[in-house]
């Protein structure tokens, strides 16, 4: 093997990106990742701007035995974007989307997050199902399955990929799709990024908004156990055009809520209509009329407003830690476990929801996709944040013992809500058969395992 000095010589001469190395002026910057948590310092941060850097990147570790971390928004909650002593990848300079108004499709680059790719596609009253906050990743959100506002109108952000071009651990540029390389198709859709680098998504667009009715309706905590058994008969009758999520936290200080209001624990529902102004109000009035809210923010707004509902709750730099199930229903254990879990919450920064999964999703075939289990109900995120260390361990603390306390009734987990829990738990999230059809399809691309910072599939 050569020396490290002339292959990063070597590397350098090949290069057209940027190669940032510890002690360089954006070093710092360039190696921190949404969650503030995880601190490592890589080796080298290769800024890539196309294939070509990719693959002189990926020549580089394989050369120098070097562990290779790839990054596309860096919002693994676990930090697997990043490494100490690797490789990073850093494909967030590749921002290219290209929207076809005519046969409502999208390309988006791997570095390119889910808030630049809706403003692209509203251009043209057009959306694809992503995730609900808009500085998260669509290469990592998009490989592990991706739910989120349209889910259950239009499918995960998978069921809505058409194709994908992807570079191998040998250096290889391939595309798959339905019809060209389908097992690697089917694999990459839920499996992560086990089999390669994706360099493009292709996605089908749907007419989406541009107004929508959407927004949060909220209540004190206490109502909390009325609430939940109201919500979850009621959505049993409501249509795919809306979906939801149940939030138990305390009130943020946002600019959009009254300042009296900040800091009070509540018990939120988040509702978006993927449909008509009208029809949205006529479905969400039930749940209005049911009990008063303490406040009701939802009302017709801009589709890019209501996926941007999230953010200012979940910025970059604060320590997270998050754990995360999926249940077949909201029984009535379930709901006691729920309410108990809000009231047990003892930070300003922590919360959880719980999505209301079902419509398109489980329509799909279960085996078309790499995806885990279509069936369940709900999936419930026990995320602990806090702004820096201090306090973190009694908010992580809580995140364990919610998760806990709902062990006896999960049934299953998406891939994507993992942090570092061990083979078992990933392979809980695709079921027996997917994994192990994971598993050959990883032999046949990553024999090696070259791509390991992710939630693993090893070959053997
Ligand atoms: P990164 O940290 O860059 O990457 C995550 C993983 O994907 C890493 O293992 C990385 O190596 C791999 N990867 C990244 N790019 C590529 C590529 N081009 N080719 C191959 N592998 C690659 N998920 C949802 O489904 N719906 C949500 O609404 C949602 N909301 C979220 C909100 C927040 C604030 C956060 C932190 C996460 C959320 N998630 C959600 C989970 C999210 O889908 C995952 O954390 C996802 O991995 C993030 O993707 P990323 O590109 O930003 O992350």
Redesign the pocket.
Known sequence: MSTITSEIQALGDDFRGELVHPGEPSYDELRS???GSIDRRPALIARCTGVADIRSALTYARRTGLPV?????????P???TCDGGVVLD?SPLKGIRVDPVRRTARAQ?GVLLGELDRETQAFGLATP????T???????T??????WLMRKYGL?IDNLLSVD?VTAEGELLTASEDVNADLFWGIRGG??NF????EFEFQLHPVGPIVYAGPIMWPMEESPRILRFYRDWITGVPDELTTAVIHRWIPALPAIPPELHGRPVVVVLACYAGSIEDGERVVAPLKAFAPPLLDLCAPKPFVDVQAM?DLS?PHGRW?YMRACDVAELTDEVVDIAVERGLAISGPLTSYPIYHLGGAISRVQADATAFGDRSNGHTFNFVAATPGPEGFEEQRQWARDSWRAMEPHQSGV?V??LTDEGTDRIRSAYGATAYDRLKDLKRKYDPNNL?H???NIPPQ
């Not at 500085?135 to 959100?141: C, E, P, R």
């Open positions: 990742v949404w969650n971390a790839v990054r596309g928004g860096g919002h693994s909650f930090g697997h974007s494909l791997a992503s995730g609900i906050v500085h998260t990743g669509v290469a990592g959100l490989l592990g399955g991706g739910i989120g952000t992807l992560g990024g390669g680098i994706v360099t999230f979940y997270y998406y994507n809500f791509f910072l992710n939630q």
